[in-house]
């Protein structure tokens, strides 16, 4: 167990979530969590009217501390909304006051205090402080916060070029803070958050909103990957697991315009860009798709699917893990219907054969090229 993170007089017991994680040394908190939490409690930044706006929130650290006030959470990740839900409950605390929303959703028109820790990803960065600006005002704290060493010039810059006034703290614990403040002045930026490109040899149009895993062109493992599906018959029932923009199951549905395919994500952006790509591309195949955000493939019925597609993460947030790829795996044998197939891509040296060899009891190679191999195991 590890010690609790104790702030604010307050000893949290938090988790990372998914809770049954390999690598137990990873903590569901870090110095800029603390920082921040530490220096609004400080300076006495909150009231118990005050509202306050809580921005990437990875395992609910930074909420946790305010449930007595007005809260209103927004993240682009489902897993971030569980592992919130699960530390307020094991700490016994009121969620009632918590109003969780998605990266996709509209701000409140008003905030008195805005706490934001940066995200990986400055796309999403940039479409946050866009609308973070529609609704600041001279009497808003803004407080964002980050490891010192990703603040860079140019994280800064974009604090100044959409929010206002921009000013750092000294660092502890190598974390820092940012103060932003409104600038009457400053000119709105242009927004162009989402990108599109074309797929390989295709006419499919991939649109990828912020967040988006491989946003910016096709992603090398998942171009091996598509050039190796399987064939299949329109009965049956597929899932494209971890779809990002749903570049995979777009690719089977070219040929396969009848199956039953269901994209599934944990992130927010990731499953409406699957969507509005399947509605763009093909229309005719949008009533027989479903689009789902999830952790993994829970609440997905056993033994109903007939082929998984998946193309696993190995990173959740700055941190490398292989326990998303774990779950998908296990998750996988539970969903599927006895014959069917998992189907996945991985680079070499994840080793994912061994993985499967232990869950499924088999595992094929169907390709494979200098960094990727494309691995199929069958639920017997
Ligand atoms: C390597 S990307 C693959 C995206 C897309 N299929 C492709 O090939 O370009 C892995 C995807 O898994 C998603 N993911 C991560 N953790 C997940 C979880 N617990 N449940 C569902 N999806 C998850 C990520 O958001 C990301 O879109």
Redesign the pocket.
């Known amino acids: 167990m590890f010690s609790p993170f104790i702030i604010n007089d307050k000893n949290l017991f938090l988790d990372r979530y998914?809770i049954n994680q390999v690598n137990r040394s990873l903590q569901a908190w870090d110095a800029a969590d603390e920082y921040l939490v530490n220096y609004v409690s400080d300076n006495h930044l909150i009231t118990n009217n005050s509202s306050v706006l809580i921005f990437n929130d990875n395992f609910g650290a930074i909420s946790l501390n305010f449930t007595n006030n007005t809260v209103q959470t927004i993240t682009d990740?489902?897993?971030s909304q569980l592992a919130l839900v699960h530390n307020g409950e094991q700490n016994h605390l009121p969620l009632t006051k918590i109003n969780q929303c998605s990266s996709l959703d509209n701000l409140p028109n008003a905030a008195d205090v805005i706490l934001y820790k940066i995200p990986k990803s400055k796309n999403l960065m940039v479409e946050q402080l866009g609308k973070i600006r529609k609704i600041l005002t001279p009497d808003t704290h803004f407080i964002a916060s980050d490891k010192a060493k990703s603040i860079q010039t140019s994280t800064l810059k974009l604090f100044e070029k959409h929010l206002g006034i921009t000013k750092t703290s000294l660092a502890v614990k190598k974390a820092r803070l940012v103060f932003c403040q409104f600038d009457p002045a400053l000119q709105e930026p242009p927004q162009q958050t989402t990108k599109s490109w074309q797929l390989d040899n295709s006419q499919i149009i991939i649109k990828n909103y912020a967040n988006?895993?491989?946003r910016e062109k096709?992603?090398i493992?998942?171009r091996l990957?598509i050039q190796n599906l399987p064939s299949l018959t329109n009965d049956k029932k597929v899932i494209?697991?971890?779809?990002?923009?749903?570049?995979?199951g777009l690719s089977l549905l070219k040929d396969n315009p009848k199956t039953h395919l269901t994209f599934?994500?944990?992130?927010y952006m990731?499953v409406a860009s699957a969507k509005e790509n399947v509605q763009v591309n093909f229309p005719e195949s949008t009533d027989n798709c479903e689009f789902i955000v999830?952790?993994?493939l829970t609440d997905i019925e056993p033994q109903s699917v007939d082929l998984i597609?998946?193309?696993?993460?190995?990173h959740?947030q700055n941190a490398t893990t292989d326990h998303?790829a774990w779950?998908?795996f296990k998750d996988s044998y539970r969903a599927l219907k006895k014959g069917g197939e998992l189907r996945i891509?991985g680079n070499r040296q994840l080793g994912y054969h061994i993985k499967l060899q232990r869950i499924f009891g088999n595992e094929k190679l169907i390709a494979s090229n200098d960094k990727f191999v494309i691995l199929s195991a069958i639920k017997k």
């Open positions: 998914p990740s489902y897993i988006v895993f491989a096709l992603d493992g998942a990957f494209d697991l971890g779809c990002g923009n749903g570049v995979v599934t994500d944990e992130s990731a999830n952790d993994c597609l998946c193309n696993p993460p190995f959740q998303i779950q998908m891509v």
